[in-house]
């Protein structure tokens, strides 16, 4: 019953918004609000840029926590509680104390004026979002560490000459390939819909648009919340299958060729 109840608190809402952004021409129902969405160049730049940026962040994030949590349980597991402490800051200190950290730090009269140019104002921003992914990628990839033998692997492929960079891309990567893509999946999501970072550094992404679109229209805000919910399923959906499977295993498996009879 409780279930039933915690269900429809979620999805009448949810339902509403819908019908109301199929409205928004009188006396039918249509996906005028979604055309005239997808027709707006502003909405498909800042998707572009949040896209980009996104990928970006998972890129530098996942450069940053695989070989930092490998070390850590390789060689330093006494680090191991201060690592986590400070993967965690990002949900304690709010992003605004962030972006104006950034803003003070590597503003016009810095010695690093970054804010000075667009390029260095899209690099700040991928930076807030690494800071913000830290307690979702680190957590990923350090579970996914944990289902592994990291040292028996380490040790393996010392006595064959490999190195430690190589250990790192070529031997524990792939092993925790789901793990790093359940990361990347919950990156992706927080940074798209982001909006105090992207607004406060004067970047066009997707979450300031959001907010002046739903101060300048009724329908067309309606229907990018649905497209949102929609894109938000489908990548808790492949999280959970990436979640599921076993270190090394593919989600897809291609047939094999069938054997010919001589």
């Known amino acids: 019953m409780i279930t039933l109840a915690a269900v ?47 990928a970006a962040a998972i890129l530098f994030g996942a450069l ?10 390789l060689r330093l597991p006494k680090l191991r509680p201060v690592v986590e402490f400070i993967s965690l800051l990002p949900l304690i200190i709010p992003s605004v104390v962030l972006v104006f950290g ?23 921003l991928v930076i807030g979002y690494v800071v913000l992914s830290l307690p979702y990628m ?12 990291i040292t028996t692997l380490t040790e393996a492929a010392e006595s064959l000459g490999a190195s430690r960079a190589r250990i790192v891309f070529t031997i524990i990567f792939p092993n925790i390939r789901a793990a790093v893509v359940s990361g990347a999946f919950l990156t992706f999501s927080i940074c798209l819909g982001e909006f105090a970072i992207a607004s406060l550094l004067n970047r066009a992404a997707f979450g300031p648009y959001l907010v002046q679109l739903g101060q300048d229209r009724a329908y067309e805000p309606a229907a990018l919340a649905i497209m949102s919910f929609g894109l938000t399923w489908l990548l808790m959906a492949l999280m959970q299958a990436f979640a599921h499977m076993k ?16």
Do not use: E
Request: avoid cysteine; glycine fraction near 6%; charge should be positive.
């Open 102 to 124: 950034q803003i003070r730090m590597f503003g016009s009269s810095s010695f690093l004026p970054l804010t000075t140019s667009d390029w260095g104002t899209n690099i700040l």
């Open 8 to 54: 429809l608190y979620f999805l009448i809402p949810l339902y509403a918004a819908f019908q109301f952004s199929l409205q928004m021409k009188r006396g039918t129902l249509s996906f005028a609000a979604y055309a005239s969405v997808f027709q707006d160049g502003v909405f498909v730049n800042a998707v572009t840029f949040s896209i980009l940026a996104s």
């Open 138 to 149: 680190f957590r990923a990839v350090d579970n996914g560490m944990a289902a592994i033998d």
């Open 247 to 262: 270190p090394g295993q593919r989600l897809f498996r291609l047939p094999l060729p069938k054997k010919s009879r001589i």
């Open 64 to 73: 940053l926590v695989v070989p930092t949590a490998y070390w850590v349980r």
